[in-house]
C-alpha cells in the first residue's frame, strides 16, 4: 500500500485487532505491525493503546483517524474520477435496498441500466432502510433504494414513484369486507409489525401518532412475506403497501382512507462524496425509467411526480 494511503490503518482502527485487519487487508500480521510501527514512529506518538491482543485508539490515534479518514475519502474520488476518464463504460455500482423492492423495483432498475451499460457490474445488498442509509453514509454503498424518504441533510434523495399504504387483515376480520379504512378506527387493534429501523414500521409509528393512538404490537417481523403469514394466521392486522399484486391466502388488503396514507420510494446517495461514472449513469436510467412509466401498471400509476 502506497504511504499516502491510510486504508489500513482506518481498517485496523474500526476492527482494534492487528489478526483481524490483517486478514481483512490480506497482508500478513507481522506486515500490519510493522507499518504501524512506522507510522507511529514517523508521527512521534502512540496511535493505540494496548490491552493484549485489543487495541483501541489513543487520544492522538483519535485525532489521526478523523484526518485519516477524511484524506481516504478523497483519494477514493481521485481514484473514481481517474478510472471514469479511463474508461467510463464500466465500472461496479453497490446497490442497496429493502426487501420489498426486490422483486420488482430493483430487477427493473437494473435490466433498464444494463442496456445501454454492459460492462457495469452490480454488488447487490439487502436490509431495512435505516441500515441502508447508515451504509450509504459509510461509504459501504454507492445508492441505495429506500422508503420512506430518509432525515438525513447529507443523503441526497431522487422519487422514483409512490405506492398507497393498505391494512392486511384476516379473512373473516370485521373490516375485510369494506372499501376503506381510517387509521382511528384501528386504536384497539393488535399489529404485527415490521422491526425498528425498518421503514414500514416508521410510517406506522407515524400514522398512529397521526391519528394520536400507540399501536399495540403484537409481533414483530423483519420482512412483508413474513408479516402478511402472521395475519393470514389470525395473530394481528398489518401495514403494507397497496401494489396490486397476489396477497397471501387468507389475507384482504383494505385501502387506508387517510390521505398521507402512502410511501414514497426512491434512490439515495451520500451528497458529500462523489458519485462514480458508472453511478451517475445509474441515477439517470432510473430517472429515465421513472418518466417513462415504464413500471408495472399499478407502479407506473403511483409514482411520484
Known amino acids: 500500500m502506497a504511504d499516502g494511503d491510510y486504508e489500513w490503518f482506518l481498517t485496523l482502527a474500526e476492527l482494534q485487532h492487528v489478526t ?41 490515534g483519535r485525532i489521526f483517524y478523523e484526518h485519516a479518514r477524511r484524506a481516504q475519502l478523497e483519494l477514493d474520488s481521485a481514484r473514481r474520477e481517474i478510472e471514469d476518464l479511463d474508461n467510463p463504460a464500466a465500472g461496479e455500482i453497490r446497490l442497496g435496498f429493502l426487501g ?3 422483486s420488482v423495483v430493483v430487477p427493473r432498475l437494473i435490466a433498464g441500466f444494463a ?41 441526497a434523495w431522487r422519487s422514483l414513484f409512490r405506492q398507497r399504504l393498505g391494512i392486511a387483515v384476516p379473512r373473516g376480520h370485521r373490516l375485510a369486507d369494506v372499501s376503506a379504512v381510517s387509521m382511528t ?24 401518532a397521526a391519528a394520536q393512538f400507540q399501536p399495540r404490537i403484537a409481533l414483530e417481523s423483519p420482512n412483508l412475506t413474513t408479516t402478511a403469514g402472521l395475519v393470514a394466521a389470525g395473530l394481528g392486522i398489518s401495514l403494507t403497501p397497496i401494489d396490486g399484486s397476489e396477497y397471501a391466502p387468507g389475507v384482504a388488503v383494505v385501502r387506508l382512507a387517510d390521505s398521507d396514507a402512502y410511501r ?14 458508472a453511478a451517475r449513469d445509474f441515477v439517470a436510467s432510473a430517472m429515465s425509467v421513472r418518466d417513462r412509466g415504464e413500471w408495472a401498471p399499478t407502479l ?6
Do not use: K
Open 20 to 60: 483481524a485487519a490483517a486478514q481483512q487487508l490480506h497482508i500478513a500480521q507481522p506486515t500490519l505491525t510493522r507499518m504501524l510501527a512506522r507510522l507511529e514512529r514517523r508521527l512521534g506518538v502512540t496511535l493505540f493503546d494496548r490491552h493484549g491482543r485489543r487495541l483501541s485508539l489513543s487520544t492522538y
Open 100 to 102: 420489498s423492492f426486490g
Open 115 to 155: 442496456q445501454s451499460s454492459p460492462r457495469v457490474t452490480f454488488t447487490l445488498e439487502e436490509g431495512a432502510a435505516e441500515l441502508m442509509s447508515e451504509r450509504v453514509l459509510d461509504g459501504a454503498l454507492d445508492v441505495a433504494v429506500v422508503s420512506p424518504r430518509p432525515h438525513q441533510p447529507n443523503l
Open 185 to 208: 378506527e384501528l386504536a384497539d387493534e393488535p399489529f404485527v409489525s415490521m422491526h425498528p429501523g425498518f421503514g414500514m414500521r416508521q410510517l406506522l409509528d407515524e400514522l398512529c
Open 264 to 277: 414514497d420510494i426512491g434512490l439515495i446517495w451520500d451528497s458529500g462524496r462523489p458519485l462514480s461514472r
Open 300 to 305: 407506473a400509476q403511483q409514482r411520484a411526480p
